[in-house]
């Protein structure tokens, strides 16, 4: 009998994939669809309406209360998945539904998908599974050269320490440069301790910006390995120039707790120059400033440079051009001719452009050969983002979103990005040839509850402990002694295996891409 029943359920797949596209196209079909980033959001906006009347499919949108993640295992473990589910791409659960049978295999349907395949192209390829088939397709895909990390200095403060043209200049900083600007800040701000201010630290790593203007990788390769970024001989150059500014009591004493609240408050108040990070972190503080009646009591980026340093492209723009996300149809599927179609349609310039930036001749439109939103779309959105975003539909929905600029005119995927505010246009002028593809260090790590994984979180764990540690020694000694013995730390707690591990997992993979190492030294 069960034999039977599977092979009904398979004839009835098959006839139902056979299904013309036109066929159906008339008839309303409805799909549940579970994002876990779509939060108590209903759907029923004007681009949802937009999208419904063109695709001719009603969502049922599934809430993620609760845990999103906790709610998809639940959902596998009772096979009770809906048709299309959006999973954190990074994330073990991928795995786990794929390895469980709970995927349709997209490769066996691509022929249906062509605008899957013209606007993902050779990211199929990075995204398939062990057994070369894709299951999934990434979400916030693509060559992502947007600036990021850099140190992000109040403008009125730069123009008083280097005079207006410098301020305003693109050419870089040297390290000690910068470091004396930070010194002469601190010296007319004698009741600041707090100069410079940067995150609380993240698991696994340095601060970012320290980390790129060193040349610091996620990981560390080096004659056809790939190694743990302590490893680097160029590490503690980062760590060195943390505790030099740690001991002249330049940086921020209570970094290691600082979360984006607390860094906020820190860069909305007098007495900080300067926050190590992602220049956007820092628009909530500019504008509190610049509220106050300071024009120019905003924060921009600059970027700076190792002293004697042969260029000036640094790693300072980490993006994976895998994405955030995994969109996949499941095999509970009920319509999977509609699902295919729904997904093609949404991958699409077309689906991407009304996701994103809204109806075309009322949102937006091509001026001059150039997307340009209409009206006081711009004012709308920079007013309250928030209330505009649920109001219109447009950016509510990012689905298959391709994180790349538009190829016929260069304009950015998203609708606000296409205006630059100073804060923007410093960032492109300033962090420049920063921008690598982080993908191929992307989930590296053992995951699971193997004894691989274990290891690997107890590597980590050391390197958390002493992190903080080395940054806050009262001595360069005591630093260097501190980094000696989290060093033999690590190696008791099984570095050198998972080293081991994770390089044949890097280079079988960049083998299966038809890549080179990006950060071979």
């Known amino acids: 009998m069960k034999k039977l029943v599977g092979l009904m359920l398979a004839a009835m797949m098959v006839l139902t994939v056979m299904m013309p596209i036109a066929a159906m196209a008339d008839e309303p079909v409805t799909i549940s669809f579970f994002d876990k980033n779509s939060g108590v959001r209903t759907f029923d906006d004007p681009i949802a309406k937009e999208l419904e009347a063109r695709t001719g499919i009603k969502l049922d949108l599934i809430s993620p209360s609760g845990n999103p993640g906790e709610k998809l295992s639940l959902m596998l473990a009772g096979l009770n998945y809906p048709d299309i589910v959006l999973m954190d791409r990074s994330s073990d659960i991928v795995n786990q539904y794929i390895e469980a049978g ?3 295999n997209l490769s066996d349907y691509l022929d249906q998908m062509p605008n899957v395949v013209a606007m993902y192209g050779d990211t199929l390829n990075k995204t398939r599974y062990s057994d070369g088939n894709n299951y999934y397709l990434s979400n916030w895909y693509g060559y992502d050269p947007d600036p990021v990390n850099g140190f992000i200095c109040r403008y ?5 320490l280097v005079g207006q043209e410098r301020a305003d200049s693109a050419e870089p900083f040297t390290w000690s440069e910068f470091k004396a600007l930070l010194e002469k800040y601190q010296a007319a701000h004698p009741d600041t301790n707090h100069t410079l201010v940067i995150g609380e630290p993240g698991t696994g790593g340095i601060n970012g910006t320290f980390a790129g203007m060193n040349s610091l990788y996620p990981y560390y390769v080096h004659e056809g390995k790939l190694y743990f970024t302590v490893r680097d001989p160029q590490f503690m150059d980062a760590i060195h120039q943390m505790n030099e500014l740690y001991r002249e009591g330049i940086l921020d004493p209570e970094w290691t707790s600082n979360n984006s609240e607390l860094r906020n408050q820190k860069l909305s108040n007098e007495g900080v120059f300067a926050f190590a990070g992602a220049f ?8 509190t400033l610049m509220a106050g009646g300071n024009a120019n009591g905003e924060y921009l980026a600059y970027k700076v440079i190792p002293d004697g ?20 149809i499941t095999k509970n599927c009920k319509n999977l001719e509609a699902a295919i179609r729904f997904v093609d349609y949404c991958a699409s310039q077309e689906g991407q452009d009304l996701l994103l930036w809204g109806i075309q001749g009322k949102d937006w439109d091509f001026v001059d050969g150039v997307r340009t939103p209409l009206g006081d779309i711009i004012e709308r959105y920079q007013a309250d983002n928030s209330n505009f975003v649920d109001q219109t539909g447009i950016t509510k929905w990012t689905w298959f979103v391709k994180n790349s600029p538009h190829e016929d005119d260069n304009t950015p995927c998203r609708f606000w990005a296409s205006v630059r505010d100073r804060s923007t246009t410093y960032a492109y002028q300033n962090l420049t040839n920063g921008y690598y593809d982080s993908a191929e260090f992307a989930g590296l790590e053992p995951a699971g509850s193997t004894l691989e994984a274990l290891m690997y979180q107890g590597v980590i764990d050391v390197f958390d ?3 903080p540690r080395m940054v806050n020694a009262p001595t360069v000694e005591q630093c260097d002694a501190l980094y000696a013995e989290m060093l033999a730390n690590m190696e008791s707690a099984g570095m050198s295996d998972i080293e081991a591990y994770m390089s044949d997992v890097y280079f079988a993979r960049l083998a299966l891409w038809g890549l080179e190492p990006v950060a071979s030294k």
């Open 465 to 467: 402990q002493y992190y």
């Open 280 to 287: 956007w972190d820092t628009w909530t503080p500019s504008n």
């Open 309 to 328: 340093a042969a260029s000036a492209d640094l790693p300072l723009s980490g993006r994976s051009s895998l994405g955030w996300d995994a969109i996949a």
């Open 102 to 104: 709970a995927l349709v």
């Open 156 to 160: 009125d403060e730069m123009i008083d």
